[in-house]
Structure formats: structure tokens, C-alpha cells
């Protein structure tokens, strides 16, 4: 469940910190409004992980401002896919618990590798669906710049994160086909995708720490 592709854009995610679209309540944003949401969370978070504070206190900053700006429900929805479908409430229920796990002890693991990292907004471009692609490019010590796309869309009301592309692959879709692939290895059982990944939380976890 773990390639490179989805490694890249974790540690993308720890800037900012995860289709047909999931059905979001949904109208379209604008280039400008785009920008400028991803403009303000790069600044806050960039604020929380080249700061001061201690490991675990920029975690728990970062898990905050990420379940703020990410649509972590709707990314979650559409990465389970069709297997929605056939799984049970109390499956879901783990299943979504689960997704935020990831993505938050993702980012967690994250923040001693990137402190120092930096970001310029380039352009942002309408995308059909009422979706805003914002192309930006982000620095960091160990690595060379790596242009990162961030799908945004206005969900309820608000300007969310709902993908994230990297040098054209998308997380949403890479997740998505991981999952589906150990679903079906598995008989089509949705349990044995909730038991990789409380895996690959608890491997998550134990970088984290």
C-alpha cells in the first residue's frame, strides 16, 4: 500500500497538510479565492512546522489545521469507492477513523524531516467540476523543488483540499487503486483492507514517536 508516488505527495501533504468526485454540497470557487486559501494554510502551517514547539505540540497543531482546510470525509468516500457498497455501518465507521488516522500520523512523521521547507503559489486554473487546480512549488532541504498541484473545491460553503497532484499523479486515485487492489487480493473482503491499514497506521505511528 506504500509507493513512492504517495510518499512524495505525504510529504507535500506536511506543507499542506491523503476521481469522479464524491458528491460534495457543492459551487464553484474562484481562481482567486483558490490561491488565497492555499496561499493563508501554507503560511499557517509552514508557521507551525519551522516553529519552535515541540514535536508533539506542532502535531497536534497540524492535525487541527489539516482536518480544517483537507476534505478528509469526501477524499475517504471516494478512495473506499464501489466497496462502499458492500460494506457494513461498523466497517465504515472503522474505515473512515481509520483514513483520519493515516493521514494525521502521516503528517506527524513528517515534521522532523521538513522543518525548512517553503512554497510559491504560480498559478491556479478552473477545472471542470467547479474545481480549482492551484500550482505551486515546494522547497525543502533534502530534496529538489517539486511542483504539487492542490485540487481545491467549495465544500458546504468553505474552500477545501479535496486532491493533491503531483508531476500528474493524484493521491485520491493512487489511494484508490491500492485500496482496491488489496480488497480484491483478499476475496473482496473490506476487512482485510481495515486490517492493512491498522498496519500501516500503527508503522505510521511508530515513525511518529
Excluded at 475517504?76 to 466497496?83: A, D, E, K, T
Excluded at 458546504?156 to 497532484?165: A, E, H, L, N
Amino acid at each position: 500500500m506504500a509507493n513512492t508516488p504517495r510518499r512524495v505527495m505525504l510529504g507535500a501533504l506536511a506543507l499542506l497538510p491523503a476521481l469522479a468526485l464524491a458528491p460534495l454540497a457543492r459551487a464553484d470557487v474562484s481562481t482567486s479565492a483558490a490561491s488565497a486559501f492555499i496561499t493563508q494554510a501554507g503560511n499557517q502551517l509552514l508557521g507551525v512546522i519551522n516553529g519552535p514547539d515541540s514535536t508533539a505540540q506542532k502535531a497536534a497543531a497540524l492535525r487541527g489545521i489539516v482536518e480544517n482546510i483537507v476534505a478528509v470525509d469526501q477524499v475517504g468516500q471516494f478512495v473506499l469507492g464501489r466497496y462502499t457498497n458492500v460494506a457494513t455501518p461498523a466497517q465504515k465507521t472503522e474505515y473512515m477513523q481509520l483514513f483520519h488516522d493515516l493521514l494525521a500520523y502521516n503528517i506527524t512523521a513528517q515534521i522532523r524531516a521538513d522543518k525548512g521547507i517553503t512554497f510559491k503559489v504560480n498559478n491556479a486554473q478552473a477545472q471542470p467540476g467547479g474545481t480549482v487546480i492551484v500550482d505551486t512549488t515546494v522547497n525543502r532541504p533534502s530534496a529538489a523543488p517539486t511542483d504539487v498541484g492542490w485540487v481545491v473545491q467549495d465544500v458546504s460553503g468553505s474552500p477545501k483540499i479535496v486532491d493533491v497532484v503531483v508531476e500528474g499523479t493524484s493521491l485520491r486515485v493512487t489511494e484508490r487503486s491500492d485500496y482496491a487492489s488489496v480488497i480484491v487480493s483478499n476475496g473482496g473482503q473490506v476487512s482485510a483492507l481495515l486490517a492493512a491499514m491498522q498496519k500501516q497506521v500503527a508503522h505510521v505511528k511508530s515513525l511518529s514517536q
